[in-house]
RNA sequence: GUCUCCAUCGUCUAGCCCGGCCUAGGACAUCGGCCUUUCACGCCGACGACAGGGGUUCGAAUCCCCUUGGAGACGCCA
């Protein structure tokens, strides 16, 4: 194993669902994982008792595995860096802030979260640049602070942050990134509860772990500074951080549950194959470089560069992930789809367990090209278990005609003479009854279909003759007949 | 408000780092057409962008500055 080894993780906090932003941070880092022969780690970062949830773990977890972004460190797999769930580490960000102590680093912190609040507002009054902590705690002597926390008095930890200059890193996607300590208050490293930060814990933990590069959302350059300052107190190096843009909503702001679907799971029961959602989030801020886009996983890990990830924003445009999903449904596993789709018929009170699997996957094989989405098949394709019970009246005012009464009665009649039930058979008998009857096929056909399945369009006529069988469509064709003798 | 980041077709993007090959390429969507005795797929075509203004240069989508616009951050949340 080589010293300078890539590892790198994905820290979700269960708070609720994974979303699609976090699916494609996850993604990338997997995928730079896999590509550089590294190791992707999970880690759950729980330190926020209050929005906890826990029925979000199994949520973040299930939708990982459904995109195939498998772990190989982290819950569940365990590994040498464990815990991986930061409130089982409480005992580790405790000795590491009390190293911080030792070296008067930080500083206990007495203000109310009261007073805080008064003192932004205030800030926020007099117009003042930005609402951070005024400091007050930092010039209390060690022993009055001591006497404080000996009587009980509750209190956080607090970095001594520089009070002048500015801070920069070498951010792996932007460049370097310089900010004015103005910006950055003494930020709280463990709070009253005895659990650390987010800061805090984070930056030990990415030590601890020895993540080698930080692949995160953008929304966390405004705290890398104190971030850089934490390793900096610690006298660690720190990871290559990277920050990878937002995913915004068509109109233009955070995508969100109420802008349509937004966590993965909803994506999934909206219809979406993994394999696409994969291809079209690595698609989001990433390209190969040349003009492919449908891409396996292997081909997207194959090709996957961080150079070649993008600065810029992006809207996620649902269009397109439907047409990638049709794409992907053209050539997938019919018994893989089937497990799905079965539920969607089943639902819908259609009699699937009559039928065998053969008949049910050749049915969604049918179907595969005409569908974007998984839940079509669910609202497509009952006739192929329940005789039509109507007909579309558009459709039937216009193919059903005394004309082709005599054409459905003939098939009705000469299809017991067929020998081999299949489409090339059926397709002579019908164009024999054509000539017959001095008929165009293009006549008889749709009203064929229309008589067998109540609708206008569809597969392949003759592939669904054949799948359907012979007693079906005499059934169905005899009864268009009647109706015909009786509504026409 | 302050700070930071970002800026090519409606959308995802190539080109930008290392100026000329850009008359700016591809994809989705949209609109036409072809194929098809249905629908879809597929194929062909059309529409369509370097945010604006200044520089630098023989030459700028590419480098610099300003403006504008967008996003994010400013918590004992992550």
Sequence with gaps: MSENRIRVRFAPSPTGYLHVGGARTALFNYLFAKKTGGTFILRIEDTDRTRFQEDSLKEIFDSLKWMGIEWTEGPEKGGD??????????????????????RGQV???????????????????????????????????KEEAQKRIDAGEPYVLRLKAPLEGSISFVDGIRGEIETPVTMVDDTVLMKTDGYPTYHLASVVDDHLMEISHVLRGDEW???????????????WQPPVIAHLPVI?????????????????????????????????????????????????????????????????????DEDKLTWMNGQYM??????????????????????????????????????????????????????????????????????????????????????????????????????????????????????????????GGGPDLFDMLELLGKDCVKRRVAAASAWIEKNV
Excluded at 81 to 102: C, H, M, N, T, V
């Design 221 to 235: 350059i405004a705290s890398t500074p104190r971030h850089i300052l934490l390793y900096k107190a610690f006298g």
């Design 330 to 455: 053209e050539h997938y596993d019919s018994a893989k789809l089937l497990a799905d789709v079965e539920p969607m018929w089943a639902e819908k009170g259609l009699p699937v367990a009559d039928f065998s699997a053969g008949y049910k996957e050749h049915v969604v094989s049918l179907f595969r090209v005409r569908c974007k989405k998984v839940t079509e098949f669910g609202e497509n394709g009952g006739y192929f278990f329940k005789d039509p019970e109507d007909y579309d009246a558009k459709q039937a005012g216009k193919q059903f005609t005394t004309a082709v009464k005599p054409a459905f009665d003939k098939i009705v009649e000469k299809a017991d003479g067929v020998a081999d039930w299949n489409r090339a058979a059926l397709e002579g008998l019908f164009h024999g009854i054509a000539d017959e009857l001095g008929m165009s096929a293009g006549k008889i056909n749709p009203a064929v279909r229309l008589a067998v399945t109540g609708v």
């Design 107 to 141: 500083y206990p912190c007495f203000c109310t979260p009261e007073r805080l609040e008064k003192m932004r507002k205030e800030k926020e009054l007099r117009k003042e640049q930005h609402g951070g902590y005024d400091r007050r705690c930092r010039e209390i002597s």
């Design 248 to 316: 915004l909503s068509p109109d233009g702001g955070k995508l969100s549950k109420r802008k349509g679907a937004a966590s993965v799971m909803d994506y999934k029961r909206a219809g979406y194959l993994p394999e696409a959602l994969l291809n079209f989030l690595s698609l989001l801020g990433w390209n190969p470089g040349d003009d492919r886009e449908i891409m396996s996983v292997d081909d997207i890990i194959e090709a996957f560069d961080m150079n070649r990830i993008s600065a810029k924003p992006s809207v996620f």
């Design 81 to 102: 860096f464990g815990p991986y769930i930061q409130s089982e580490r409480l005992d580790i960000y405790k000795e590491y802030a009390q190293i911080l102590w030792d």
